[in-house]
C-alpha cells in the first residue's frame, strides 16, 4: 500500500512541475526592439542628447523605461505575450505613441524602428516623430 502513495504522489508532483513549466514559457520570452534615428540637420544650436523610451502595456502600466542616445538601438526582453504602447519622450514631453501587438505567443521577436525630425521653433526645439514600417 505504501508504494501505491508513494507512486501516486510521484505522480503528481510530475504533473505540479510540468504544469508550473509550462506556465513560466507563456508568461514571457518575446523580445521588442529597434533602432531609433533623430534628423538633426534641420536646426542649430542646442538640440537634447537622450531620449527616454517607455513601455507600457494595455492597463497603462509601465514595462520598462529606457534612456538612449539619439542614434541608438533600444530592446525589451522577456515580455509577455499582448498589446503595448511604446512611448518616447524628451524632456518629460511625449513625442511619439505607437501600438504594438505582440499577442503571438510564436512572434518571438519584433522590430519597430522610429524616426525623427527636429524642426526649429521660436524659442526652443520641436520634435516630428513618425513610425517606419
Known amino acids: 500500500m505504501t508504494s501505491k502513495c ?3 504522489v510521484g505522480l503528481v508532483s510530475l504533473v505540479v512541475f510540468a504544469l ?9 520570452g518575446q523580445t521588442l526592439y529597434g533602432d531609433i534615428r533623430v534628423d538633426e540637420s534641420k536646426i542649430s ?3 537634447p542628447l537622450t531620449l527616454d523610451v517607455i513601455l507600457y ?3 497603462r502600466t509601465i514595462v520598462s523605461r529606457q534612456t538612449v542616445s539619439t542614434s541608438a538601438r533600444y530592446r ?3 515580455l509577455p505575450s499582448g498589446f503595448y504602447d511604446l512611448v518616447v519622450e524628451v524632456e518629460a514631453r511625449e513625442v511619439a505613441r505607437v501600438r504594438v501587438d505582440m499577442s503571438s505567443p510564436l512572434l518571438g521577436e519584433m522590430r519597430q524602428d522610429l524616426a525623427f525630425e527636429w524642426k526649429p521653433t521660436p524659442g526652443k526645439y520641436s520634435s516630428f516623430a513618425e513610425e517606419i514600417l
Do not use: D
Open 6 to 8: 508513494l507512486a501516486l
Open 20 to 28: 508550473a513549466s509550462e506556465g513560466k514559457g507563456q508568461s514571457g
Open 45 to 47: 544650436g542646442l538640440k
Open 57 to 59: 502595456t494595455e492597463g
Open 76 to 78: 525589451f526582453n522577456n
